[in-house]
C-alpha cells in the first residue's frame, strides 16, 4: 500500500487527496530513505555537504507533511458535524464553510512537498517507465532547475506582497460571519517556501543519483506504477477462476 485517500465533502462536492504514509521501502528513524553514503570525509568532499542539507530537509518536510495531514480529519469532522447541526437544528454559520477550505488549502500547500520527496506525485509513467534510468534522471533535473523551482520563486514574489498587505489591513471575508483572510493567504507563500527548498533538495538528490554518488531511493520502490499494476493483476488472478468455472458449464 502507497497511500490512503481521504474524503472530504468540501465546497459544495466530494474532494479526494492522497497521502502517502505507508510505504514499501525501508526508512530510517528520521523518516528519510536509506541513501548510500559517500566513503569521502563530509569535510573534504562538497557533495557530502550537500546530501547532509538534502537528508535535513526531507526530514523537515517530512514532518511537517505528517502533522498537516492530520487537518483532513479536522476538515472531514468540521464538515460532517455542519451537515448534521443544519439538518437537525436548522443552524449552519459561512465561518464553518470557510474553516473547511482553508483546512483543505493547508494540506494541499504543506503536504505537497512532502509528497514530492516520496515521489508520489503524478506523471505520465506510461512515456516515463519506457525510458533508460539515466534519461529519467536527467528529464528530473532539467525539470526541477526550469519548471518547479522557477515556479515556485515566482509564487513566492507574487504571494509574499499579497499575504502582507491582506495582514496589513486585517482582510475579513466578504460572506456574513465568514474568517479573515490573511490567515489562509499567509499559507501561500509558506506553502511554496516549503516546496523550494524541498526541490532544491530533490536536485542535490538527483544529482548525485546522475552522477553516481547515491543510489536512487524510489527506484524500485512502488508508486502509482507499481501501484496500479499490483491491482490490475489482482483483477486479473480474480478474473481467472470465473473465466474457468464459464468454460466448464459451456455445453
Not at 38 to 61: F, H, K, T, W, Y
Request: positive net charge; proline residues 5%; hydrophobic residues 50%.
Amino acid at each position: 500500500m502507497t497511500g490512503f485517500a481521504y474524503g472530504a465533502r468540501l465546497g459544495g462536492g466530494w474532494t479526494f487527496v492522497h497521502l502517502p504514509f505507508a510505504r514499501h521501502r525501508r526508512r530510517t528513524r528520521t523518516g528519510r530513505c536509506d541513501q548510500k553514503r559517500e566513503s569521502a570525509s563530509p569535510g573534504g568532499n562538497p557533495m557530502s555537504v550537500l546530501l547532509a542539507l538534502s537528508r535535513a530537509i526531507d526530514a523537515i518536510n517530512a514532518r511537517i507533511g505528517r502533522l498537516v495531514s492530520w487537518l483532513i480529519l479536522v476538515a472531514i469532522i468540521v464538515s460532517a458535524g455542519n451537515a448534521v447541526i443544519r439538518k437537525l437544528f436548522d443552524l449552519s454559520s459561512n465561518a464553518w464553510l470557510e474553516l473547511q477550505w482553508v483546512l483543505f488549502a493547508a494540506v494541499f500547500l504543506m503536504c505537497s512537498p512532502w509528497t514530492l520527496m516520496d515521489n508520489e506525485h503524478i506523471r505520465i509513467d506510461i512515456v516515463n517507465s519506457r525510458l533508460s534510468k539515466r534519461l529519467r534522471d536527467g528529464i528530473d533535473i532539467f525539470g526541477n532547475v526550469f519548471f518547479l523551482m522557477p515556479f515556485a520563486l515566482v509564487m513566492l514574489y507574487t504571494s509574499i506582497p499579497f499575504a502582507l498587505n491582506s495582514y496589513r489591513i486585517n482582510e475579513q471575508s466578504l460572506n456574513a460571519g465568514g474568517l479573515p483572510q490573511w490567515p489562509a493567504k499567509m499559507l501561500v507563500p509558506v506553502g511554496f517556501a516549503l516546496l523550494l527548498i524541498q526541490a532544491i533538495s530533490e536536485l542535490i538528490k538527483r544529482v548525485a543519483i546522475f552522477t553516481g554518488k547515491m543510489e536512487d531511493p524510489n527506484e524500485g520502490a512502488g508508486g502509482h506504477l507499481a501501484s496500479a499494476e499490483a491491482e490490475a493483476q489482482r483483477l486479473l488472478a480474480d478474473v481467472e477462476p470465473v473465466a474457468i468455472v464459464a468454460d466448464t458449464k459451456t455445453p
